[in-house]
């Protein structure tokens, strides 16, 4: 059975959120029935999350934990859509509201946060953390039906019409990246392959995608499990270097990603090391694992960088350095402008349709079959069992450009990503 992070969460405490979440759901179903759902002719429908003039929608970030700097300028990006929104007139006549809450990558908090906004919000445009929203899938799917687009890429979460993973699930993830270690790092059949990888839905979705492409292919996968709080991985190297692993992918956070790359440098395991998306961060070039980083270390993203030459995307650097000049850009940026931007033109397409409920706005999601940011990959909602995409781009830090990484291979979806059905769907 898996064992995902956010089961740490004790009993007793999951039971009275619980409570508390069914007495909102009443109070909730109840202050539906006084503003009547039910609207005239020419009107548009509405419900939860929409009071007066207003929409609002929940953030469920992390701006003190694991993935602190990621949760900083997802979040950020998404302030300056909804901000940039309102300035060109909202929607509907409503303007867009972002509650936050902080949950700090901790299982209670991020569980506590979701009981606390649901009933106040009309959807998610972030929640970070998949053991977190796996452990209220149920929930969202049952009695909440608010639209989530989360910073979390587990294929447990596909299959639901409420949540929507944006880009490729960490297992495809994962296997275009040994792709790249196969056809561009010299990793051939009968070679092994090291596996660190974060307990949970995150790293054991990831951890899917590697035995898979690793069985096709005859390689050997070794895994060494670590948790979020596990920062040195001194231990992980030695396994991995005893065990004579001939390249490493890993799926953690950047903390765990600048220790492995930086721990291997230094003891002369000179070997390919790739992340999936969330296992970066620019500030770890200015760190002592700067160097190795640049000439060892790679990152699957389902999106280009933020550096693109592509209009879209020099336009969002220069509107973010205006907004935010002491911030760093990273790619944190892209994927919180990519989720509220998609949140954003379903909310649009369910204005046009007169029907702004939860019901009405996830439909709309589910219209969207090429949503296209400027960020070179277009993005199909249409099919709940499937990921938006099933394409990466393989970056490399270089501290050169804007955001501190550049393009080593384009988006594309291997033959074997092409091929494979995520267990989750």
Known sequence: MRTTYAAQVTAGALAALLVLAGCSSKAKDDDNDSKGKGTAAGEVKTGDGISGKTITLGVLTDMTGVYATLGKSVTQAQQLYVKQLNADGGVCGYKVELTVRDHGYDPQKALAGYTELEPKVLGFTQFIGSPFVASVKQRIDGQDKGLVLPQAWSATLLGSPYIRVIGSTYDIETINAVDFLMKEKGIKKGDKIGHVYFEGDYGESALVGSKHIAKEAGLTVVEQKIKPTDNDMTAQVAALKKAGVKAVVISAGPRQAASLV???????????????????????????????????????????????????????????????????????????????????????????????TREGVDKALLTINSLDTGFGIPQDFTDPDAPSSKQSVILQPDKSVTGGMKVVRDAEASDTAAAYTPAGS
Not at 286 to 315: C, H, R, W
Not at 324 to 334: A, H, I, M, Q, R
């Open 262 to 356: 930086g721990v291997a440098a230094a003891g002369g395991f000179d070997v390919p090391i790739i992340g999936n998306n969330s296992a970066f961060a620019p500030q770890l070039l200015a760190t002592q694992a700067g160097p190795a980083l640049m000439k060892n270390y790679y990152v699957a993203s389902p999106s280009l960088p933020i550096g693109a030459d592509t209009p879209e995307a020099q336009k969002l650097v220069a509107d973010y350095k205006k907004a935010y000049p002491k911030d760093s850009l990273d790619n944190g940026v892209v994927a919180g402008w990519t989720a509220v931007y998609a949140f954003g033109e379903a909310l649009k397409k369910a204005c046009a349709s007169k029907d702004l």
